[in-house]
């Protein structure tokens, strides 16, 4: 999985064979060590919740979720991405994007065999 962040906005981009134990296993996790000791994951998870997409942050754990209904016709079908914003105490929004992992033809050393190559554009410019 690879994780974006900017501003109140969260993107996450899922490789074919992490869709696959998403389906599953009902989660996919990645995690970062850092040199203080500290492990930061940030995890995909199918679970029944009311919204469309959902995050929490507990224990430097990054947790979103996504509705089984949601999951299952994203999963099963050739839909791209699920995204959503959600309303913040401070009048912003924070937006979360899920997508399913493109090529990426601007960068010739990436390994890119578990990417959904049948999604992307013809000349996809850059990620």
Known sequence: MKLRTTHNS????????????????QWVEES?????????TFALKIQEIKSLVDADLVD????LSISKKEATNWIN????????????PNNEQLHLLIEKDFPCL?????DK?????ELANDNPETC
Do not use: A, M
Request: aromatic share 8%; glycine share 4%; no cysteine.
């Open 32 to 40: 970062i060590q850092f040199p203080n000791g500290v492990l930061f």
């Open 106 to 110: 601007d960068r010739p050393n990436e």
């Open 60 to 63: 430097n754990q990054l947790v």
């Open 10 to 25: 969260i993107r996450i981009r899922i490789r074919k064979s992490e869709l696959t134990q998403l389906q599953e296993k």
């Open 77 to 88: 079908s050739n839909q791209v991405g699920i995204e959503t914003k959600i309303d913040l």
């Open 113 to 117: 065999s578990d990417t959904f190559w």
